[in-house]
């Protein structure tokens, strides 16, 4: 079990940028899928990026191009780089993990059970 802790949400207009952050306590940190979700008012959670164990990395079409995951496992962190920020994109957004080989998908860090409390991402027009 690794317990997660996110960072770095704000308020930003729209074309901005923010960096997330999540803190891993927990060992081996490095044999987990990782990934982050992220859920609006009255939406279903969206998977949006993930990257497994080896580096391999996923993302869900609306963020594609626009977001960037990255870990690094000395620091027990992963880092989810947001530019060109939409009103859209406007949602709570959760760190999540899961002791996995492979990620296929983004849309499979929603039912990751390893999760933080979030951080609010608000994009003002």
């Known amino acids: 079990q690794v317990q997660l802790v996110e960072s770095g949400g704000g308020s930003v207009q729209s074309g901005g940028s923010l960096r997330l952050s999540c803190v891993a306590s927990?060992?081996?940190?490095?044999?987990?899928?990782v990934g982050w979700f992220r859920q609006s008012a009255g939406q279903e959670r969206e998977g949006i990026a993930g990257?497994?164990?080896?580096?391999?990395?996923v993302y869900a079409d609306s963020v594609k191009g626009r977001f960037s995951i990255s870990r690094d496992n000395a620091k027990n962190t992963v880092y989810l780089q947001m530019n060109n920020l939409k009103p859209e994109d406007t949602a709570m957004y959760y760190c999540?993990?899961?002791?996995?080989?492979?990620?296929?998908?983004?849309?499979?860090?929603?039912?990751?059970?390893?999760r933080g409390r979030g951080t609010q991402v608000t994009v003002s027009s």
């Open positions: 999540a993990a899961h002791q996995c080989e492979s990620l296929v998908v983004a849309s499979a860090v929603v039912w990751y059970t390893n």
């Open positions: 990257i497994d164990k080896d580096g391999d990395i």
């Open positions: 927990g060992d081996n940190f490095g044999r987990y899928c």
